[in-house]
């Protein structure tokens, strides 16, 4: 942590214009996450329908029995269904709302789409599949044919069914398996289901007066119109284009607007703050040098790098907790200055250079990388309009109207962001007992490491609420993924039929996740987002697990070693599984 010269009152005022701004924000919207809302039906049902598969094939209601049933084909189904494959298991269905595997990178089309964590980290199973990726950070389409080649290395389209989305998950007790109910009157029953709904993955608008009467057309940036856009963005040359939202995907999307449009208008509440993104092809010399274990040897790096060394951990130790946090805090801030100092630097109009400039501390909102998106403003067919906090709250036929301006626009794309974190969306899911899960969280959320939840048998959570929070996604799944495999693995191989999380231990690990949530206050003090339920009051355990990966990761290994103390283990009946 670098020591400044800086007197303590210059951190101080910073901090606070960060509360102001904080307030100002969320004075503007008292309702907190009811804001919003993902329930797209009726007028609103156009925002969610599938682009890539107008029409569903028809086909059969489905009435068989699989061993795994995954619910979602996104990451988390397959690169658990990797391990399910080294493990022998085969007998394996996704079943998926979209119409191919690949989750967010299906639904993700928009122009610009690519991951900002480096490829070589966040492509999953690159070993398995001996692939390197091309670029340091990979583009949308290079991480959807990755998702798709996975699929069919480990043969999960054979089984899968695609434009089917789950509505009912049923445990029957009887026959100690899940009976899966979906929209095309299926009605599937599986040993061990896996929700692997994803963690974003239901896209959320912002409810904003008049939105049907605007005349034009819109869509949400999850569900792009390339029929209407053409497809390299070539029918937007006359196009008036506006977009509401500045999170990481407008941020991705508005250089590719600014680019192509006749005019962009780009709506903010919030800035993002917006860092360097270091690009470049892989060199293939390095590649070639490549040894087996070479991804998981560098996540674990990776890992380790941003690990404080025993000398710093002493060193910090030995502060007082107020010392510790002013000392955090003002580094934080020293690294929100420099993403102000690059807006200077870059953003040729000082009015919006200041509008551009986020104020809360580094990590309250999503971090963005972007070379071409600040650029972007200095564009003459570009402008922003800042609503400094308030929003867009009505739109009219012609275009969303701030401060009585009538903003006139062909197209509008909500980049408005998504549901977070919902184990089960659009599925109700009903354990033993005929318990529903939401019934279970009403109370709080109660997971044993956000993975299984006690009273529901062979039933396993992938990305949900008190697992630990990772910026590599993929790495934090693929443990996950790699827990389950040895579970379901551990009830085949001695002759179990069930394994449901014991209340004790399921208790244990809600209070692991309150003790290290009541660390911080981070969460009340930051600008509202979805990091933080739009600054709503939440219970505490209603959250990630904020121990630390390294310690998420040994807590699973824990529970693994000593399945009998943590799990009930049933019996299987005379006929074997
Ligand atoms: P976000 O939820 O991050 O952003 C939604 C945006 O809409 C915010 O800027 C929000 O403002 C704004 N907004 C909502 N209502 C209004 C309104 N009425 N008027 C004006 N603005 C409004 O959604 P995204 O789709 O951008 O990103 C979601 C997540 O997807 C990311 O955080 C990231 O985790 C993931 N992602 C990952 C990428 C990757 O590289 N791996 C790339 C792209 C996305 P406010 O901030 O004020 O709430």
Redesign the pocket.
Known sequence: MPRTSRPQSYYDDIKTKFKEERDK?LNYRPPGTAQYTSELTGDLAKYSTDPWQIQAPEREPINDQVEVLFIGGGFSALLTSGRLHERGIENIRIVERGSDVGGTWYW?RYPGA????VSYDYLPLLDEMDYVPVNHYSRGPEIFSHCQAIARKYNLYDLAVFSTTVTETVWNEEEKLWHVKTDRGDDMRARFVICANGT?AKPKL?L?EGMNKFKGHAFH?SRWDYEYTGAHLEHLKDKRVGI???????V?IVPELGKTAKSLTV????P?SIDVRDDWPTDPNWARRLQPGWQAKRREKTLAAVEMSPEKRAELDALTPEEKIRRQENSNINHMMRIHKRIDEIVEDKATAEALKPWYMFMC??PCFHNEYLPTFNLPNVTLVD?KGK???EIGERGPIFDGVEHELDLLVY????EVQLTGIYNSIIGAGGQNLQDKYADGIRTLLGIHTAGFPNLFIMGGYQASFQFNLTDMLQTQGDHIAACIDHVRTHGYQTIDATDAAEEWWVQEVIHHRGKTSRSEDCT???YNFEGAENRRQDGNYNGGFRKYFQHQGEVRSDMAHFFHLGKATAEGL
Do not use: E, H, M, W
């Open positions: 924000r993700n690519a991951c900002d964590v974003l912002s904003i940036s509401i939202g500045t999170g990481a995907s407008a991705q709506f903010q509440r919030t993002s909102k999503r609503t929003g867009i709250t980049a408005t962001g998504f509202p987002g979805y």
